[in-house]
């Protein structure tokens, strides 16, 4: 089976810090993508990247920025964060060759409050 | 502006009887859909899919209906049981690569034992 593990589940941070959202998947896949998601708005792609070092911008990238050094690993970063980029993030990931045929796996969300 | 729309945010059904959930979309490139599951606190999963050259598909309960003409999909849940009371997202995506995956903005179902 598929696994995408996000190490924080649940945080809470101070306006101005800077904050580290971890994603790791363990099937060697190329493509790996943030999303946040937010009551009436859906799922929202913030960044994506599909090989090492690679990074698109999706439909809402300011504020955020991402880190790709490893196949396995996909870091999003909130460089100061604002109480608006409270939310829930979503990281996921899948094979190279894009959609279809594949369907795209989910971690299971990390919590960030900005207080 | 949203390309992929769910115009309702919430639908309550009785154990055993159907779940229609809708989802409409605007761009026409769009040729793979899918329907994803999301319980609270934990990742969406995914349901069914459907590619543009079908109308229909169906696993076991769920079954995803596609009109392109009217660019329209549907999902039907049957019989709809409580553990499937959960909030379901349509998702749409072209033929160019992995990141124009575009999401709904789900549709909270709650069924009703």
């Known amino acids: 089976d598929v696994k995408v593990t996000q190490s924080s589940r649940y945080l809470v941070k101070r306006t101005g810090e800077k904050v580290f959202l971890e994603c790791v998947q363990d099937?060697?896949?190329?493509?790996m993508f943030w999303y946040r998601q937010d009551p009436g708005l859906g799922l929202r792609l913030i960044y994506f990247s599909y090989d090492v070092k690679m990074k698109e911008k999706g439909d809402i990238p300011e504020g955020y920025s991402v880190s790709r050094e490893k196949k396995e690993r996909f870091s999003l970063i909130l460089e100061s964060a604002s109480t608006n980029q409270t939310s829930m993030y979503l990281c996921?990931?899948?094979?190279?060759?894009?959609?279809?045929?594949?369907?795209?796996?989910f971690g299971e969300g990390s919590w960030l409050t900005v207080v | 502006d949203q390309q992929v729309k769910q115009n309702s945010p919430s639908l309550s059904v009785q154990e055993g009887r159907i779940s229609i959930l809708n989802c409409d979309y605007t761009n026409s490139m769009f040729d793979y859909f899918l329907w994803y599951k999301k319980y609270p606190a934990e990742g969406p999963t995914f349901l069914i899919s459907i590619s543009s050259i079908k109308d229909k598909n169906e696993d076991g309960r769920f079954t995803v209906f596609l009109n392109k003409s009217a660019k329209h999909l549907s999902l039907h849940i049957v019989p709809s049981q409580p553990g499937d009371s959960a909030v379901y997202f349509c998702?749409?995506?072209?033929?160019?690569?992995?990141?124009?995956?575009?999401f709904g903005t789900g549709t909270r179902l709650t069924v009703i034992p």
């Open positions: 996921a990931s899948i094979p190279g060759g894009g959609l279809a045929g594949n369907t795209i796996y």
């Open positions: 998702a749409a995506s072209g033929k160019t690569g992995a990141n124009n995956l575009f």
């Open positions: 099937m060697d896949h190329e493509n």
